[in-house]
């Protein structure tokens, strides 16, 4: 049951970002709940997702031209920006000779929550876990660990070192031991092969509106997640098969071909006081 519920959030915040903000950052309901039927969500899904939202804080009900909607506050704005950068342009790979950034805590047992909670940050960093209570990730992240760590006050229990690895185990080896680096990259093979065939298709000849809307919508909820499980490791200690770059070409791809016939399409939804796709 949970399930269908998370995905439905996930839908709807992938449509806030893809097409309300484009749209003017605002969205009717009656609209919204068509166009998101339309992607395979069902009405009442839809209505909780947003209700949920607005609790969060992240709509604000407001009507324009007569029709009841919600726009999109300062805080769901800056939450989606801060994505930007992982969802639409992926993470670049790491410089090798950056080195790395290894994060090492002994937090008591005292203090289970708290050290519970920096695992958690750090794995959604993007951080591996390359032993018991040893984090690793490239050297770029040690701003970010040092925040984490910092915001749970845990630096007394913590140790954050960066520098090159002169171990004698294989570091790819040693990598894809740390990280479900083969998830990761299995999970870039299937957005491949289920969208690349359809954006030649689409480069070729154009897609009706509504059945790019839907292609478009479900492909960046799909890949928007993908950014975030890749650590963005330097390319020389990946297999040579990793897909990663296979698939962010597919995305960018996908987006030149699909992203304006679907905005004319949602549009089309939103009452005649708004903001047009340029």
Known sequence: MT??????????ITFLGAVVRPLGSWMPIAGTVELLTQAGLDAPAVRTAVHRLKGKGWLESE???GARGYALTTAALETLAAGDEVIW???????LADGWCIVHFGVPETMRAKR??????????GFGNVGTALWIA????????ERAVAE????AYTAVFV??????????A?????????????????FVATYEPGVAAAERRQPDHASAFVTYLQALDQWRKLPYMDPGLPAEVLASSWHGPQATAVFERLVSALERPALVHARTHWPALGTRPE
């Not at 909670?117 to 959604?124: G, I």
């Not at 990761?184 to 093979?189: M, N, P, S």
């Open 3 to 12: 399930q269908p519920n998370r995905q439905s959030r996930s839908t709807v």
């Open 63 to 65: 009507a324009r031209d």
């Open 89 to 95: 342009h992926a993470r670049t790979p790491a410089d």
């Open 116 to 125: 519970q909670q920096l695992r958690a940050h750090l794995s959604s960093l």
């Open 138 to 145: 490239p050297a770029r992240m040690r701003a970010a660990a």
């Open 152 to 155: 749970l006050g845990l630096e």
């Open 163 to 172: 520098g090159a690895y002169h171990g004698t185990q294989d570091l790819t």
């Open 174 to 190: 040693l990598l894809y031991g740390s990280w479900d680096l083969a998830a990761i990259d299995e999970a870039y093979r299937e």
